[in-house]
């Protein structure tokens, strides 16, 4: 774990480049650093492994203040990755990656041995590259050996100052994918530093939002989207952000919290009073009336219900027992594929406790486009002013 | 006198053609080796104290700049004529271009380099050792290269404060009005000095890291 105690920072003496700052790292976490040019995220990280010193408060790893570690030693373990790369432009990516390992004094053998297997995890062929030298690969090669290097002597801690933003869209996309996955496996507790919100968004497991040397939100990428703490953050996020992620919007974003439901015992008369109250034409049934926490048991549409208008049929005689239940945190993107390809208008939405929590239906997908293009109007009439 | 030819004339001295250029080669190279031993650690020593490199490329410029004559004239009261003096100046005159480029060809590597060999807990020491000197040797050997050059011709004056050498027969073919004897000593001059530069460039360019060759 990686904690900031009321750390603040100057270079010239006067002014404090990072301001009393605050923030909890815990191992095994990705945690992004957002924020515009000149917010201090550089700094931040650069405190981490003593590049910078703090002007003021204590920065600790495991419980330990980092001042009292040896900044070499320090250094050797916490990886450290910048958006320039900075191989060593004289030496093979063999040498480049075992240069740690043999200041470490480890034995041919095994820094051998390390460099293959560091080469295969970043997906590079280790017969192709080991003896190549940098100028040799492209932007996105030199950073994989990049990132390579960084894990050579396997620290817990790894930095990242915008290790991809001198990439391509696509060099772009295809590291942060393999970042996910090599983090899936190694579980490093990682720091890294980005402007860009798609990828804030994408790797992160939460995000710290700065702001003039200030963290002005830490939390999940959920709910920096879902519920920015001020307008700073609604902005640096974006507003239209939410559709730019429809896997950040999940069935319980969209589900209608009270949809209309019908219990066991109620006849078909029943149903087609509420439906015509509640102007619908899907009721959920559910396994009893009242306020407490339902079941779901089936469905009914008007298709269940015709030819049995008599009053000894019962909704549980009568109702289709077929529906498909997604639970609170199926994404945008499921749900849609499952309506789809199910061929469902409808699909209730199931809590882990087992009891309905509310209901997708084709209008309340359409409500989510309606108060997008709701946001859109209001941004014109700002334009026109 | 019956008139040789310059051939003819140069066969009959040339032992000691030979001879002097050996002095000639003897008295650059040690000025030039000094100029390394002391120069390069200069360099190295103001690329890291920033504030020193303008004093101390300022004051070697000095000696640059002043005339070679002017500066053995200035020599001679203090440490006299002979071999001794004429070393010193030549040491003096190869010193900048030894520092200078020490200093940029250090100064020029990839901040970004420096950033990631320090992040990852290489020592100020590690990073010279391993990753400025050699990406700065070539820029470093070019330095030697023209101070060696600039020193072969600049040697040939040295024969006036009698530290031998190619200028001696240049010099006594002045005084004696002996075109030959001029020649014997200038075009071996000339030759060395090209000869002496194409070999420092084939060796500058060997050590010339491999991953930085044909980028
Ligand atoms: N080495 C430095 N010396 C003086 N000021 C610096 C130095 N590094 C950064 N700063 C200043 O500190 C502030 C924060 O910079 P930085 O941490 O690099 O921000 P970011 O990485 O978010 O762009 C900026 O105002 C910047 O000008
Ligand atoms: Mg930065």
């Known amino acids: 774990m990686i904690e900031f105690k009321k750390v603040s920072k100057s270079y010239d003496g006067k002014t404090n480049v990072i301001e009393g700052l605050d923030l909890k790292i815990n191992s095994g976490e990705l945690v992004i650093l957002i924020g515009e040019s000149g917010s201090g995220k550089t700094t931040t990280m650069k405190m981490i492994n003593r590049l910078h010193e703090p002007t003021s408060g204590i920065i600790s790893i495991d419980g330990k203040n980092i001042m009292d570690i040896n900044p070499i030693e320090l250094r050797r373990n916490i990886g450290y990755v910048i958006q320039k790369v900075g191989l060593f432009p004289h030496m093979t990516i063999k040498e480049n990656i075992e240069l740690i390992p043999y200041l470490q004094n480890w034995d041919k053998e095994k820094r051998a041995a390390r460099a293959r297997e560091l080469l295969e995890l970043v997906d590079l062929d280790p017969d192709i590259y080991i003896n190549k030298y940098p100028h040799e690969l492209s932007g996105g090669q030199q950073q994989r050996i990049g990132v390579a290097r960084a894990l050579a002597v396997n620290p817990d801690v790894i930095l990242m100052d915008e290790p991809f933003s001198a990439l391509d869209p696509i060099t ?8 996910l996955k090599l983090q899936d496996e190694l579980q490093k507790t990682i720091v890294f530093v980005t402007h860009d919100m ?15 040397g200030r963290v002005i939100q830490f939390d999940t990428p959920e709910n920096i989207l879902k519920n920015p703490i001020n307008d700073f953050v609604e902005y640096f996020v974006g507003k239209d952000r939410l559709w730019k992620s429809p896997e950040m919007l999940y069935a319980r974003d969209i589900m209608v919290k009270k949809p209309a439901t019908i219990s066991l015992q109620r006849t078909p008369a029943k ?22 926490p339902k079941k779901v048991v089936g469905f009914v549409t008007p298709r269940e219900l015709r030819n049995k208008t008599e009053a000894e049929h019962k909704m549980k005689d009568i109702m289709n027992t077929g529906f498909i239940p997604v639970s609170e945190t199926t994404n945008m993107v499921e749900v849609l594929n499952i309506m789809k390809e199910k061929r469902r208008k409808n699909l209730p939405v199931v809590g882990e406790d087992g009891y309905l929590k509310g ?10 486009f309606a108060d997008a293009i709701t946001d859109l109007d209001d941004d014109e009439g700002g334009d026109d002013k | 006198m019956e008139r040789m030819s310059f051939f003819q004339f140069f066969m009959n001295r040339i032992d000691q053609v030979i001879r002097l250029t050996g002095q000639h080669l003897q008295i650059t190279g040690t000025a030039v080796l000094l100029a390394i031993v002391i120069g390069v650690p200069i360099g190295i020593l103001i690329s890291k104290h920033r504030k020193l490199a303008n004093p101390v490329l300022g004051i070697a410029n000095v000696f640059q700049t002043l005339p070679s004559l002017a500066l053995f004239g200035l020599i001679i009261p203090i440490l006299g004529i002979g071999l001794v003096p004429s070393i010193f100046v030549l040491f003096l005159y190869a010193l900048l271009p030894i520092i200078k480029n020490t200093y940029t060809g250090i100064n020029n590597v990839d901040p970004a380099v420096i950033e990631a060999g320090v992040g990852m807990g290489m020592t100020y020491s590690q990073i010279l050792r391993m ?37 001696e027969l240049i010099f006594r073919g002045i005084s004696m009005d002996n075109a030959h004897m001029i020649l014997s000593g200038a075009i071996p001059a000339a030759l060395l000095a090209l000869l002496v530069d194409w070999l420092l460039g084939m060796v500058e360019h060997f050590i010339t890291p491999k991953g930085l060759r044909g980028k």
């Not at chain 1, 772009?172 to 970042?179: D, F, N």
């Not at chain 1, 798609?198 to 003039?212: H, N, P, S, T």
């Open chain 1, 271 to 292: 149903a087609l009073e509420i439906m015509k109250e509640k102007r619908t034409d899907y009721l959920v049934v559910v396994d009893q009336a009242g306020d407490r």
């Open chain 1, 359 to 368: 209901l997708i239906t084709q209008t309340s997908i359409l409500n989510l």
């Open chain 1, 172 to 179: 772009r996309e295809q590291l942060q994918e393999e970042l």
């Open chain 2, 131 to 167: 990753v400025q000197i050699p990406l700065a040797l070539s820029v470093i050997m070019a330095g030697i290269r023209i101070a060696t050059v600039i020193n072969i011709g600049t040697a040939t004056i040295a024969a006036l404060i009698g530290a031998g050498g190619l200028g």
């Open chain 1, 198 to 212: 798609d990828e804030a968004l994408k790797l992160g497991d939460r995000i710290a939002v700065m702001k003039d």
